[in-house]
Structure formats: structure tokens, C-alpha cells
């Protein structure tokens, strides 16, 4: 049982270049998100889906896209990077909703230049 | 609008110090969560801990425990006998209402540093 599975772990990008996060879950959870951390900020929720075909944004959700066409994978877009976005993502699922424990995913580390 | 408050940055304890972390909670909603992640060096999230809010009871699981109190809004947890393994970055998170759209706050997080 894999759990939440990120990929890729690091990343570096220059400024305009877009990329996609993947985060893949085997647990049959409905609720999947992204957070983002950076320092002295603790974890900010970008995006999150209740299910299949259902996004909402969070509260940092600028510049980037999701979509959730399978209940397994949520994949986080980036448009077109921006220094702002460097920062260690993570993204989490739980069984059916965000008043329940989280699984994360091990991050993604993220330079943009 | 929900908050939480971590006041401690950092806590530097030495090895079998007793140590609590600080959280403080705001939130209009009656139906609330509260919960506490761990993030050791190696960057990982482990959660910790889950209480609703209609529960006040303490908890205690081996080294750790727990404090809620409605009274003053708080969350706190404490490490008893502190060891070097509990160096991490500590969240308290709240989630208020009890819905699938319900979403985590977290707040900024406490560094603990156990020294040998």
C-alpha cells in the first residue's frame, strides 16, 4: 500500500515555465488537497476536491490549476512559474473529508529562478 | 474565519525535559476539529493527533498528552520525558464545521530542538 505518492521530489524551473505536480493516492479517498509550506507560513491549502470532477479553491490559490477527473490522482498545474512559487508542496488525501485525518504525500521541493 | 496560533517559534529543551506547545484556536463555529502534525528533519507530515470539539476529555498517548479547553481556546500538547527523536517541526490545525468541504488551517508551526 503505497499511500499518497508525489512526484517529482525536486523540481527547478525557470520564471514562464509551466509544470505539472503529480499526487496519486491508492486509498480510495475522495478528499484530495495541496498545500504549500514555506517558512514561518506553516501550510497553506492552494486547491481541494471532494471527488471526482469537483475542485474548490483554497486559500492561496493563484497561479495554479487542478482538476480531478479520477478519484486517485489530483495533479497540481503550473501555469507559468513565478518566483513566488518556489516553496515544498504537499499534497494530502483523506477518506471523505478535510475534518478528517490527512495523509501526505512526502512533498515536492520547487525552485523557480 | 478560522486561526490558529502557535506564539512558540522555537523551543530548545535538553533530553528528559518535560516540553508543551501552544495553540490557540478562533473559530465562530459550535462543530470544530482540531488536530496536531508532526515534521520530523526528514520533512514528512505524521499526524498526531484528531479531537472534536464536543470532547473536552484530555489524552495521553505514552510520552504525549493533551489539553483541550474550551474556556480559553487552546490545544495544548505536551512531551513528557522529552528524547532527541522528538526534534520536528510541530503544526496544531483546525478545521471548523463538519462537512466535505470542511478545509484545514494550520497554523505556523513550533521547531523543537531536543538536545542530548
Known amino acids: 500500500n503505497a499511500g499518497v505518492t508525489q512526484t517529482p521530489k525536486f523540481q527547478v524551473l525557470k520564471t514562464g515555465q509551466s509544470m505539472t505536480l503529480q499526487c496519486a493516492q491508492d486509498?480510495?479517498?475522495?478528499?484530495m488537497s495541496w498545500y504549500r509550506q514555506d517558512p514561518g507560513m506553516g501550510l497553506r491549502l492552494i486547491h481541494y476536491?471532494?471527488?471526482?470532477?469537483?475542485?474548490d479553491q483554497g486559500e492561496v490559490p493563484n497561479g495554479y490549476n487542478v482538476s480531478r477527473s479520477t478519484t486517485e490522482d489530483f495533479p497540481l498545474r503550473l501555469l507559468s512559474a513565478a518566483p513566488s512559487q518556489t516553496s515544498v508542496y504537499f499534497c494530502?488525501?483523506?477518506?471523505?473529508?478535510?475534518?478528517?485525518?490527512?495523509?501526505f504525500g512526502s512533498g515536492t521541493q520547487l525552485s523557480v529562478l | 474565519a478560522q486561526k490558529v496560533t502557535q506564539a512558540q517559534t522555537e523551543i530548545s529543551v535538553v533530553e528528559k525535559e518535560d516540553v508543551t506547545l501552544d495553540c490557540v484556536y478562533e473559530?465562530?463555529?459550535?462543530?470544530?476539529?482540531l488536530f496536531w502534525y508532526k515534521q520530523p528533519p526528514s520533512g514528512e507530515l505524521v499526524f498526531l493527533i484528531r479531537?472534536?470539539?464536543?470532547?473536552?476529555q484530555n489524552e495521553i498517548s505514552g510520552r504525549y498528552s493533551w489539553n483541550f479547553q474550551k474556556s480559553t481556546s487552546s490545544f495544548n500538547f505536551t512531551i513528557t520525558a522529552s528524547q532527541v527523536v522528538d526534534s520536528a517541526v510541530y503544526f496544531c490545525?483546525?478545521?471548523?464545521?463538519?462537512?466535505?468541504?470542511?478545509?484545514?488551517?494550520f497554523g505556523k508551526g513550533t521547531m523543537l530542538l531536543v538536545s542530548p
Open positions: 473559530t465562530r463555529d459550535t462543530t470544530y476539529y
Open positions: 494530502a488525501s483523506s477518506r471523505a473529508g478535510g475534518d478528517e485525518k490527512l495523509f
Open positions: 479531537r472534536n470539539s464536543f470532547d473536552e
Open positions: 476536491s471532494v471527488g471526482a470532477g469537483i475542485t
Open positions: 490545525a483546525l478545521v471548523a464545521g463538519s462537512s466535505g468541504y470542511s478545509t484545514l488551517t
Open positions: 486509498m480510495n479517498h475522495e478528499y
